[in-house]
């Protein structure tokens, strides 16, 4: 059965039960509110009759002329009550609703207490001689009680009354029941609606597909809310912190990792963060990027981070840098050599054969010492097989490309690994074949030295200046003047050259001169 529908039974079935019991109560109470008004009113009457002026005197003489019959028979038609009696103390009647009952005895009982005792008193009869609410009070002259006086209104008269206002109650509770149904569909379709039309079993479903995602994924996942309450911490993440592998991270066991106040910082800056690096206590470095979560009214509910661990990621890089490098180097080899058999296929066709062969003595012997160059003073494969794509694709697009003779690099200092320094390279020399253009002189000088202290790098190009107006800005994040989807490159290298504590600098000197200078604790031999 549907879930709205179960809510729907349910609700109407306790609507039904609770207006029946109410029902029930509600016609008890009233049953027995109406008696009690009827039996107060009974006495109060009956008090107001046995004070009557001559009442007393003239039941004393035991006057049988009719008097007493007409006094009260005339106070009678004016009042609701069936009948009003006067008797004296032997229980004989000198008022009677019919002239037939009088000066006979009555016969209905109850009346000893009143007459033997001089007590006045109310009763709700329900028998065969009587069904009806009584009153009885005693009538005094001269001190001494001389008779009493008996007020009644039979219970059929009550019960109209009774069933005049349980009606007035019946409709209000039948409103109240189609109200109380109307609300209970509407609010099974309103819980129906909250949980986007999913019955329980597919949204239990749903929940343990998210728990088998979350722990099976490579990333570590943590979220929490705008009160700091974790919501999610899948296991790998739970590994990476080095936290109780509990199937609820605690609250207490994030705050004691820089993870929780880097997210409450994020939330309280609300801003997004992407792919920046976080030393943990263990000395792991993470990449984390986090993603805030806002309401419909764009505030600020949550956040959502996404760690994983900097070495494995390193290495992911690097082995994808490798191949993307050897495609480069392919592509641009195979077109500059292309274009190179073109040129000695001319040649032939014009008979040239003394310039063909000095032809490919020159490119031979410039591949010579490109290869030379290289092997022997750029000894981190990484770093030789980037500038030579980058050698390939600069002959490609005819910018003079040249490796200064001085460069050596025989390790990378502890600060800063192969993968990083190719990021430094690669980027730095991208931006200088930007920078050159579609100009008349377009030339690229790359100088590289490792030594004992520093790890320095110098890229020049013959490009114009930076423009002062945006100097201040070139290391933002996002900051580019080439489009979207740009302006990282910098922003990359200047947080990967302050995580190593080195330093970055700019200079113009009839060209555009970068200069990096990375401190060398220790050799690093890759």
């Not at 039974?9 to 109560?25: E, K, Q, R």
């Not at 059929?156 to 189609?178: F, P, S, T, W």
């Not at 995580?499 to 000197?509: C, K, L, Q, S, T």
């Amino acid at each position: 059965m549907k879930l709205h529908y179960k809510i729907m039974i349910v609700m109407t079935t306790v609507i039904i039960l609770v207006i029946g019991f109410i029902s029930l109560v509600a016609n008890h109470q009233l049953k027995a509110s109406m008696e009690q008004h009827m039996g107060s009113a009974a006495s109060d009457l009956a008090v107001v009759i046995a004070n009557l002026p001559d009442l007393g005197q003239m039941l004393a003489e035991q006057r049988d002329d009719g008097s007493i019959q007409e006094l009260i028979e005339n106070l009678r038609i004016l009042t609701r009550y069936q009948y009003i009696i006067i008797m004296d103390m032997e229980g004989i009647q000198y008022a009677y609703p019919y002239d037939s009952g009088l000066y006979k005895p009555y016969k209905n009982g109850g009346e000893d207490d009143v007459l033997k005792d001089g007590r006045a008193y109310i009763s709700a009869d329900n028998n065969e001689l009587i069904s009806a609410i009584r009153a009885f009070h005693p009538i005094h002259y001269k001190y001494e009680q001389v008779g009493a006086v008996l007020v009644g209104l039979l219970t059929d008269e009550v019960q109209k009354e009774n069933e005049a206002h349980r009606e007035n109650i019946e409709y209000a509770l039948v409103i109240g029941m189609v109200l109380g149904v109307i609300l209970a569909l509407y609010l099974a379709m309103d819980i129906k609606k909250s949980i986007f039309g999913l019955e329980p079993k597919e949204i239990a479903l749903l929940v343990s597909e998210r728990e088998l995602i979350l722990h099976s994924i490579e990333k570590g996942i943590i979220a929490i809310d705008q009160n700091g309450e974790v919501l999610i911490c899948n296991k790998k993440s739970q590994m990476m912190l080095n936290l109780p592998m509990d199937d609820k991270c605690s609250v207490d066991h994030l705050s004691q990792t820089p993870i929780y106040n880097y997210m409450l910082d994020a939330m309280i800056r609300e801003t997004d963060i992407k792919n920046e690096q976080l030393f943990l206590p263990n000395q792991t470095r993470i990449l984390i990027s986090l993603c805030l979560m806002h309401n419909s009214s764009n505030q600020v509910i949550g956040a959502v981070a996404s760690l994983e661990n900097l070495t494995q990621v390193r290495a992911l890089a690097e082995e994808l840098t490798d191949y993307r490098h050897l495609v480069d180097s392919l592509r641009a080899q195979n077109h500059e050599f292309m274009n190179k058999l073109q040129t000695i296929s001319g040649l032939l066709q014009l008979g040239e054969h003394e310039e063909v062969l000095d032809y490919i003595d020159t490119l031979a012997s410039k591949n010579s010492r490109l290869n030379h160059l290289l092997s022997e003073h750029i000894r981190d494969n990484k770093i030789a097989g980037l500038l030579l794509t980058k050698y390939a694709l600069f002959s490609e697009n005819k910018i003079d490309f040249i490796i200064d003779q001085d460069s050596l690099v025989d390790g990378l200092p502890a600060e800063l690994n192969a993968e990083e320094a190719c990021s430094i390279i690669g980027n730095l020399l991208e931006n200088a074949m930007d920078a050159v253009g579609q100009g008349e002189q377009r030339k690229i000088v790359i100088f590289i030295d490792s030594n004992q202290d520093h790890f320095i790098m110098e890229v020049y190009n013959s490009g114009p200046p930076v423009d002062e107006a945006i100097l201040e800005r070139i290391y933002e994040k996002g900051f580019s003047t080439k489009g979207k989807n740009r302006g990282y490159g910098l922003y990359l290298i200047r947080s990967i050259i302050e995580n190593a504590e080195g330093i970055i600098d700019y200079v113009y000197d009839e060209g555009v001169r970068w200069y990096v200078n990375i401190p060398r604790d220790k050799s690093i031999d890759r």
